[in-house]
Nanobody
């Protein structure tokens, strides 16, 4: 069974950096786009960044220049390097990926369980 696992969130001081990761596990043949969204209390889930299989990246305006998404296909893992973090970045971060499971024949969208990111003063 294919899963996306996000190992632990983190507490970071405002202005500092954090780098959550998300790894795919299970029997799969390919991973296309991977990305992150986030949801803060009382707010709608919003996109953060995504990276395609060819390395093309796209960022939401509110993280452009501060966050960097990158992937390690050998490890089936996507990372989100978050720098210059502010209180507005505190949220639960969810990763997602378009995955071709072995034997299925088509890509499906998978989600991680979410990881809490807290920003302190």
């Amino acid at each position: 069974q294919v899963q996306l696992v996000e190992p632990g969130g983190g507490l970071v001081q405002a202005g500092r950096s954090l780098r959550p990761s998300c790894a795919a596990s299970g029997s799969l043949d390919s991973i296309n786009a991977m990305g992150w969204v986030r949801q803060a209390p009382g707010r709608q889930r919003e996109p953060v960044a995504r990276i395609l299989g060819d390395g093309y990246t796209h960022y939401a305006d509110y993280v452009e220049g501060r966050f960097t998404i990158f992937r390690d296909d050998a490890k089936k893992t996507v990372y989100l390097q978050m720098s210059s973090m502010g209180h507005e970045d505190a949220a639960v971060y969810y990763c997602h990926a378009d995955i071709l499971p072995t034997g299925l024949g088509y890509y499906s969208l998978y989600w991680g369980q979410g990881t809490q990111v807290t920003v302190s003063s």
